[in-house]
């Protein structure tokens, strides 16, 4: 059986290595970048209802759950390339269920703020978006009392949580395995396996999430395990 967490397969990237090495550093930019953005977020709410690839129509989630993008062609590079943006907007629009113009208007706001609020962060990312190995940057917050309901993702990411700020009362599970969040301990899984989240702590998780893309990484070398059918755990 394909394992769950996967770290191992992307921990001698420079983007894994720097999140986890400096953290330390990491962590108050991301927080004044979150907060810097209150109005976006306040703004841009979550779709609570998304087409699953294999459950259909489904309920995301229910309670308080915020997610902000970090716009990757902040580091410049392919990632202003026009395919690579394209790509970017395309999802956003997917995940915020708005328009392609709020997104053109909002995402602008966003690369500043964030060229200005994370300039190491940004330096940690850079080599694997110029590879195109990192598709995308978000921010998770996750108030208590929340529940992520159990869903698929892309098939071609693997997912990487980076702890910014933990509640013991919070965890994930992924297939059935059920992981809490730490600082300084970055995780991986495949965004496709069935996963979701409970926050029954006392103050709000964050957590940065980067995706790689599998194809990616494939013509890197990296091998990964091949996929099946396996039975959900939930």
């Not at 770290?7 to 953290?23: G, Y």
């Not at 953005?37 to 309670?63: M, S």
């Not at 026009?82 to 997104?103: I, Q, R, Y």
């Not at 006392?202 to 099946?228: A, F, N």
Request: proline share 5%.
């Amino acid at each position: 059986m394909r394992k769950i967490w996967q770290e191992d397969m992307i921990s001698h990237l420079s983007s894994f290595q720097n999140v986890k090495v400096h953290h330390k550093w990491i962590i108050p930019e991301i927080l004044k970048f979150v907060e810097t953005n209150q109005p976006i977020l306040k703004e841009w709410v979550l779709d609570k209802w998304v087409d699953d690839r294999n459950l259909g129509r489904v309920q995301l989630w229910d309670g308080s759950w915020t997610v902000i993008p970090m716009p990757l062609n902040a580091v410049g590079t392919t990632a202003s390339e026009e395919d690579f943006e394209l790509s970017e907007m395309v999802s956003f629009v997917e995940l915020f269920n708005t328009t392609v113009e709020k997104v053109q208007e909002v995402l602008p706001k966003l690369t500043e703020s964030m060229k200005e609020c994370c300039p190491l962060f940004h330096l940690a990312l850079q080599p694997d978006i110029e590879s195109k190995l990192l598709k995308s940057c978000t921010i998770s917050k996750l108030s208590p009392g929340t529940k992520i309901n159990p869903h698929s993702g892309d098939i071609d990411s693997l997912r990487l949580h980076v702890p910014i700020v933990t509640d013991p009362g919070a965890w994930l599970s992924v297939r059935g395995r059920k992981k809490t969040w730490e600082v300084g301990k970055p995780f991986a899984f495949h965004d496709h396996d069935k996963h979701w989240a409970q926050h029954n702590g006392t103050h709000d998780r964050i957590v940065v999430i980067l995706d790689y893309s599998l194809s990616q990484l494939e013509k890197e070398g990296v091998i990964m395990e091949k996929w099946e059918d396996e039975e959900d755990y939930i």
